[in-house]
């Protein structure tokens, strides 16, 4: 799996629309903004991403930083995180 920090605009979006394209069929998308996410995340399953957990953290908070990491672990099982 991918896991994407600022994937709800800018770059981080271009860079989910590029790991879809390269092939990669599951995805964590990270950032503040929720509604941004499930629409990133809507467009990547429409390009062919099978699994696409959206995450909602500050991740100027470390604890959030922690969370997002184990909310991932604990969705896809596993821990390699790329
Ligand atoms: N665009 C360029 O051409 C370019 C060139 C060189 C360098 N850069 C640098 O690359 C970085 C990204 O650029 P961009 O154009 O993609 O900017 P952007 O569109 O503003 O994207 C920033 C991303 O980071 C997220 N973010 C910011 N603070 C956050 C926080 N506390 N917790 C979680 N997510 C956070 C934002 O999401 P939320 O607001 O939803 O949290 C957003 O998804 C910037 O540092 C920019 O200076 C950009």
Known sequence: MCLITGAS????VGIAECMVKAG???L???AR???NLEDVAKECKQAGAK???VLAKDLSDLS???QAGKETIE???SKSIT
């Open 28 to 30: 964590v998308l990270v």
């Open 75 to 77: 969705h896809f099982g």
């Open 51 to 53: 699994e696409v957990l």
């Open 24 to 26: 990669w069929k599951k």
């Open 64 to 66: 959030a930083c922690a």
């Open 9 to 12: 605009s800018g770059i981080g």
């Open 33 to 35: 903004r929720k509604q």
